[in-house]
């Protein structure tokens, strides 16, 4: 199934039925008064938050939702049939925003949580409603009220415990496949992920927990070269980062450097995802050029304060010991 994350569509309610302009006429009541009934309410159309659907896709394809009218009133003070809403399934993660003024209407984070984007139009009132001492045969009824209509933003941010970032060709996709059921394309050239993965991680006795792999970010994505940063926004709701340093494709680079690099892309994004716990990987360390580097890179580190994990995602050398430190900060989160 094609990944979709972002969707533009219009939401319309229903239109209000009208109210009825009706008079009582039985055979004994030749001139009975009013008894127009009112229109319906139209439908809402609400959207729903429901682990059947992982993508907006849907939504892509099927840019209108427009919830049906209100039925009208009808003679004898019948009330026209309020119409069903509509609803529509998005997944779980899905932010809803104004399209023309950007703000975050709802935020459907969790499991059946429901949000009316778009209200039906009350009915009309039927011609009942206005009789008076003096006006006792009044010749007119409300039409029903409009729904209200907006253009929305659809954005998708995935749920996951851990996001997995780092450069192309970082080793992301074949930590994912070993720790995880997740099977995601891995292949040695840049950008084999375009799309974001999801895996879950059982690690010993410890609650399983979700890691998303991100598509691989390249210095300057900030400025919108290669993918870009579209796909960090997978990581805001994630408790902790974990970066995937790759110094085997240039003998000239080093661990810090490439986290630096990296981090600069993050801040360019969100400031904030700094502010979330953090493990830093040297991976690919079964490569020989990469081995005698990892006792220069782990000293490099610790002189910043940072304590740099080798290991290789290719062998699970070191793997375990990831992911108890994983397992150990997301206790803490």
Same mark, same amino acid.
């Given at each position: 199934?094609?990944?979709?994350?972002?969707?533009? @569509?219009?939401?319309?309610?229903?239109?209000?039925?009208? +109210?009825?302009?009706?008079?009582?006429? !039985?055979?004994?009541?030749?001139?009975?008064?009013?008894?127009?009934?009112?229109?319906?309410?139209?439908?809402?159309?609400?959207?729903?938050?429901?682990?059947?659907?992982?993508?907006?896709?849907?939504?892509?394809?099927?840019?209108?939702?427009?919830?049906?009218?209100?039925?009208? +009133?009808?003679?004898?003070?019948?009330?026209?049939?309020?119409? /069903?809403? %509509?609803?529509?399934?998005?997944?779980?993660?899905?932010?809803?925003?104004?399209?023309?003024?950007? !703000?975050?209407?709802?935020?459907?984070?969790?499991?059946?949580?429901?949000?009316? /984007?778009?209200? +039906?139009?009350?009915?009309?009132?039927?011609?009942?409603?206005?009789?008076?001492?003096?006006?006792?045969?009044?010749?007119?009824?409300?039409?029903?009220?409009?729904?209200?209509?907006?253009?929305?933003?659809?954005?998708?941010?995935?749920?996951?415990? /851990?996001?997995? $970032?780092?450069?192309?060709?970082?080793?992301?996709?074949?930590?994912?496949?070993?720790?995880?059921?997740?099977?995601?394309?891995?292949?040695?050239?840049?950008?084999?992920?375009?799309?974001?993965?999801?895996?879950?991680?059982?690690?010993?006795?410890?609650?399983?927990?979700?890691?998303?792999?991100?598509?691989? %970010?390249?210095?300057?994505?900030?400025?919108?070269?290669?993918?870009?940063?579209?796909?960090?926004?997978?990581?805001?709701?994630?408790?902790?980062?974990?970066?995937?340093?790759?110094?085997?494709?240039?003998?000239?680079?080093?661990?810090?450097?490439?986290?630096?690099?990296?981090?600069?892309?993050? !801040?360019?994004?969100?400031?904030?995802?700094?502010?979330?716990?953090? @493990?830093?990987?040297?991976?690919?360390?079964?490569?020989?050029?990469?081995?005698?580097?990892?006792?220069?890179? /782990?000293?490099?580190?610790?002189?910043?304060?940072?304590?740099?994990?080798?290991?290789?995602?290719?062998?699970?050398?070191?793997?375990?010991?990831?992911?108890?430190?994983? $397992?150990?900060?997301?206790?803490?989160?």
């Amino acid at each position: 199934m094609k990944f979709v994350d972002e969707a533009k @569509i219009f939401v319309k309610g229903g239109h209000g039925g009208a +109210g009825c302009v009706s008079f009582r006429r !039985e055979k004994f009541v030749p001139k009975g008064g009013p008894d127009g009934g009112d229109g319906g309410k139209g439908g809402d159309v609400i959207f729903r938050a429901s682990k059947s659907h992982h993508t907006l896709l849907d939504l892509k394809y099927q840019q209108h939702q427009v919830a049906k009218n209100g039925g009208h +009133g009808s003679g004898n003070n019948r009330t026209g049939r309020s119409a /069903v809403d %509509l609803e529509v399934i998005v997944p779980p993660g899905t932010v809803v925003k104004d399209y023309e003024t950007g !703000e975050i209407l709802a935020d459907l984070s969790e499991l059946g949580q429901t949000f009316i /984007v778009a209200k +039906g139009g009350i009915g009309g009132k039927g011609n009942a409603h206005f009789k008076t001492s003096t006006h006792q045969t009044p010749r007119f009824a409300q039409e029903g009220m409009d729904g209200e209509e907006r253009w929305l933003k659809m954005e998708l941010k995935l749920l996951a415990d /851990v996001g997995l $970032v780092g450069f192309p060709n970082a080793g992301k996709s074949t930590f994912i496949s070993r720790v995880s059921a997740a099977r995601p394309k891995i292949a040695d050239y840049p950008f084999t992920t375009l799309t974001p993965h999801l895996g879950v991680v059982k690690y010993a006795d410890a609650p399983s927990f979700v890691v998303a792999d991100i598509p691989g %970010l390249i210095a300057g994505a900030h400025e919108g070269l290669g993918m870009g940063i579209q796909f960090l926004r997978h990581v805001e709701r994630t408790a902790l980062l974990v970066h995937l340093i790759d110094i085997s494709q240039d003998p000239h680079t080093n661990a810090w450097k490439n986290f630096t690099a990296l981090t600069l892309e993050l !801040e360019s994004y969100n400031p904030q995802l700094l502010a979330k716990a953090q @493990i830093v990987c040297l991976n690919k360390i079964d490569l020989p050029a990469v081995r005698e580097k990892v006792k220069k890179s /782990v000293a490099q580190f610790q002189k910043k304060g940072i304590i740099l994990h080798p290991f290789s995602a290719a062998t699970g050398e070191g793997l375990q010991n990831i992911l108890g430190k994983i $397992v150990t900060l997301l206790n803490n989160t």
